[in-house]
């Protein structure tokens, strides 16, 4: 590990409560106890990230003052205290169900009588609303019935991410994100033209670096899209769930991607999987290999600079080393304006799946200490043959 700040990124992927998985193991990086980093502490400089990886790469890039360390350690405690559902609490901190008649049973929603009466009365009203824009929007149509009937479902009118918001007002500092030496990318989805949108630090004004959190976070169907001016965003993860390239464009040689999922072969199948078991394989597996094409991508990349870097030197080449130019000759060609420089890709990932078909939306406190121990085990047992790193 060489490389210095300005040139080192962590790259953080999206997964909803999963998120914790990165919490813990960016612990142990950032305290120099992994192999990974030569058991020398890792100070990034520059965090990207997608949807859950958008909250703790901006909480990351907050505090710029002190240790990465500190920082993470804040960030854990941000999760443990603020995130988590904890007993005797009303809920976690990202979003709440409408309606949820299990609120009148929780000793901790009862002790704020007024927020369940607020929270009744904002329910009220959107459960109102929704009747009736759905119900005029079905009669009203001529398409048919069956069609009818799915379009007037809607999840995300259900879901509540006032929690959220809250939170983000709570621990976010929009000017010290703004003024922070760590530059910060994240990425959301453009819902309009389905094209990924970067958010920088120079975003973190005016509530905007909170509404790009918002809509980094946005997993569509499930919560509401979010506009931030003329536009409408949904989560990044939908285009760019794990994202290298806002890295690299920001000058860094050195990547420690955190991917919350784990590789394909380690998830089990099951016999008679549900609907939303099918849903959520192919969800994965349509991100794994985004990721995956990208990573090999800059494998060639590597491989094409010391195959020129060795004629040149030499002016011999072998047979291996002209076809590992010519897999990337056409990039080279393409952007001759780029000056590509060869790449340092650390990859970590759990083991084995962080929970079931619904567990990226498990916010409770017990699940996400879990999860934060396996990042700390992965971290602490990498091993660079086993993840596929770039070297």
Not at 29 to 37: I, Q
Not at 117 to 131: E, G, H, I, P, R
Not at 290 to 301: K, L, N, Q, Y
Request: hydrophobic share 40%; glycine share 8%.
């Amino acid at each position: 590990m060489n490389h210095s700040a300005a040139q080192t990124a962590m790259v953080l992927s999206g997964g909803g409560a999963y998120g914790a998985f990165a919490v813990g193991l960016m612990k142990v990086l950032f305290a120099g106890r992994s192999p990974a980093t030569n058991y020398q502490p890792l100070n990034p400089g520059i965090f990207t990230g997608t949807s859950v990886g958008s909250f703790n790469a901006a909480i990351m890039a907050s505090s710029p003052g002190e240790s990465t360390l500190d920082t993470a350690l804040h960030l854990e405690s941000i999760w443990l205290d603020h995130v988590a559902e904890r007993p005797g609490q009303c809920g976690n901190g990202i979003f709440r169900l409408r309606g949820d008649p299990t609120e009148l049973l929780n000793p901790g929603c009862l002790q704020f009588p007024a927020n369940l009466a607020a929270n009744f009365a904002s329910d009220t009203l959107v459960f109102s609303t929704y009747l009736l824009t759905r119900s005029a929007n079905f009669f009203a149509s001529s398409q048919p019935l069956s069609d009818r009937a799915i379009q007037a479902l809607n999840i995300g009118s259900f879901v509540d991410l006032a929690p959220f918001h809250d939170l983000l007002n709570q621990v976010i500092h929009e000017d010290t994100i703004f003024r922070s030496s760590r530059r910060l990318a994240i990425v959301a989805t453009n819902w309009i033209t389905g094209q990924p949108e970067l958010f920088d630090n120079s975003s973190f004004q005016g509530d905007t670096g909170i509404k790009a959190i918002m809509a980094s976070t946005a997993i569509p169907g499930v919560f509401p899209p979010v506009t931030i001016g003329k536009d409408t965003y949904v989560d990044g993860g939908v285009v760019e769930n794990t994202p290298l390239k806002p890295a690299i464009d920001l000058g860094a040689s050195e990547l420690h991607v955190i991917i919350l999922d784990p590789k394909h072969a380690s998830v089990r199948l099951n016999a008679e999987p549900s609907t939303a078991d099918t849903l959520l394989r192919f969800y994965c597996e349509m991100l794994a290999t985004i990721v995956s094409e990208d990573i090999e991508t800059a494998r060639w990349i590597n491989a094409g600079i010391r195959a020129v870097e060795h004629y040149r030197q030499t002016r011999q080449t072998s047979s291996d080393e002209v076809r590992n130019f010519l897999k990337v000759a056409g990039q080279f060609l393409e952007n001759t304006g780029v000056q590509y420089k060869p790449l340092t890709i650390h990859i970590y990932y759990p083991e084995t799946a962080l929970g079931g078909a619904l567990g990226m939306l498990d916010f409770r406190l017990d699940p996400i200490i879990k999860m934060m121990g396996e990042g700390e085990r992965i971290a602490l047992l990498h091993d660079c043959r086993k993840s596929g790193c770039v070297l």
